[in-house]
């Protein structure tokens, strides 16, 4: 998920909250009685003769209440499409001048680091993903492990050997890394007897 996404979650929760609770007020004050007897009298239903009126004799209304829903169910997929976006990074440029320009394909690196992971007899599989932006590059890495291994000889092979490998390759300092580690039983290695 990029950093959009979150942002975008809670304007639409706080929209979404506002209008809640605008029409709870509403409905609380209709309950007692604050609004005048011809528009929304309390001790009626809701849907009265003038709203019933407004529904039967409006052909206007339904076309607005139709794009409405549209608009409603475009808006829902399109949050619905971005909760599962990542935003992968494809490429840095490291140095540019008058002798040249270097840039660096992200899924290169990443799969270096993959692979500095891997080394560990302990570790199972890893893979690994650049994201953030060119300026402020991050690593998110998935590592499977044997269950016995302790959690020391994970960070160690992370904080020793990966990341500062990663960051001499990019030529930088700093790189934050999100680490996802999942623990299985090793694979029972079957004897085959001939």
Not at 117 to 144: D, K, Q, W, Y
């Amino acid at each position: 998920m990029d950093r959009k996404t979150p942002r975008g979650n809670r304007l639409g929760l706080l929209i979404v909250g506002l209008v809640l609770t605008v029409l709870g007020c509403l409905t609380v004050a209709r309950g007692v009685g604050s609004f005048s007897r011809a528009g929304a009298p309390a001790g009626e239903p809701l849907l009265n003769g003038p709203v019933r009126g407004a529904f039967a004799h409006s052909l206007q209304l339904w076309w607005v209440i139709a794009v409405a829903g549209i608009v409603l169910t475009l808006l829902g997929l399109r949050w619905l499409l971005a909760q599962g976006r990542r935003a992968k990074l494809g490429g840095i440029r490291l140095a540019s001048g008058p002798g040249g320009v270097t840039d660096v394909h992200t899924g290169g690196v990443a799969d270096a680091m993959a692979a500095d992971v891997s080394a560990h007899p302990a570790i199972l599989r890893a893979s690994a993903a650049m994201i953030g932006t060119e300026t402020h590059p991050a690593v998110r890495l998935r590592v499977m492990a044997d269950e016995t291994i302790p959690m020391d000889a994970i960070r160690e092979q992370l904080d020793g050997v990966a990341i500062p490998r990663m960051r001499r390759a990019l030529e930088t300092e700093r790189i934050p890394a999100i680490a996802q580690v999942s623990l299985e039983e090793p694979p029972r290695h079957r004897r085959t007897v001939v």
